[in-house]
């Protein structure tokens, strides 16, 4: 079946910091993929998401380009901040895979530190 | 604008007993969503809907019942509590399926079955 595997922290950084947080997933169908972010207490909110092959997602300096070749689906932002602290899930959506709804990973706590 | 909303927020049970938790969404979409949200597992569907009539399981459907009861609305029931489903749930949609679409949650319900 389809799986997401990412890492899952905690994750902790120093403001201003470079991260990478690491996608990668198993899926039937060709699957489209998405990121989404839980902020303490919330539900979660759709980050940025990729529908095919190389597409590139992006939002709030956020972004990740969908890698087929490595099955690979990473998180990167080039500067963070103490507001970016969340779970960050991987998740992806495959109708070739039966079911509808997501598939998720497990989350990655990210806590950032001024 | 309200989204998905769910009730009740917080809800503490005891063996045995029923609830349902109530969800509505003014979005007008095609396709709800059940998920639950444990520790270290991310998040995993319960139960969907596609459409106005229509239901089907998920990865973890047992323990549960599922009324979509019109367009708006999509509840989750559980007939005899268990501490193993001590969680938290959310509400979701989607304009018309997971595929390539943003799946639109609510801020959650936290249960607790002693």
């Known amino acids: 079946g389809d799986s997401v595997t990412q890492m899952e922290g905690p994750v902790t950084l120093s403001e201003e910091a470079f991260l990478t947080i690491n996608c990668t997933y198993t899926a039937t169908g060709y699957p489209s993929l998405f990121w989404y972010v839980q902020y303490p207490g919330e539900g979660l909110q759709l980050l940025l998401k990729?529908?095919?092959?190389?597409d590139k997602g992006s939002n709030k300096g956020f972004e990740a380009t969908y890698r087929k070749e490595t099955t690979s689906f990473h998180l990167e932002k080039g500067s963070v901040q103490v507001s970016d602290s969340a779970v960050y899930f991987c998740?992806?959506?495959?109708?070739?895979?039966?079911?509808?709804?997501?598939?998720f990973g497990k989350g990655t706590h990210l806590i950032i530190q001024p | 604008n309200a989204g998905v909303t769910q009730t009740p927020k917080f809800q503490v049970l005891k063996t045995g007993q029923s609830m349902t938790l109530q969800c509505a969404q003014d979005m007008n979409h095609n396709s709800m969503y059940w998920y639950r949200q444990d520790p270290g597992m991310g998040l995993r569907l319960i139960y969907y809907s596609a459409s106005e009539g229509t239901t089907d399981k998920g990865e973890v459907p047992n323990g549960y019942n599922v009324s979509r009861l019109n367009k708006r609305e999509f509840s989750l029931r559980l007939e005899s509590a268990a501490p193993s489903q001590t969680s938290v749930y959310f509400c979701?949609?989607?304009?018309?399926?997971?595929?390539?679409?943003?799946?639109?949650f609510g801020e959650g319900s936290w249960l607790t079955v002693v």
């Open positions: 979701a949609s989607s304009e018309r399926g997971s595929s390539g679409n943003t799946i639109y």
């Open positions: 990729a529908t095919k092959a190389d």
């Open positions: 998740a992806l959506s495959d109708p070739g895979g039966g079911a509808d709804g997501l598939t």
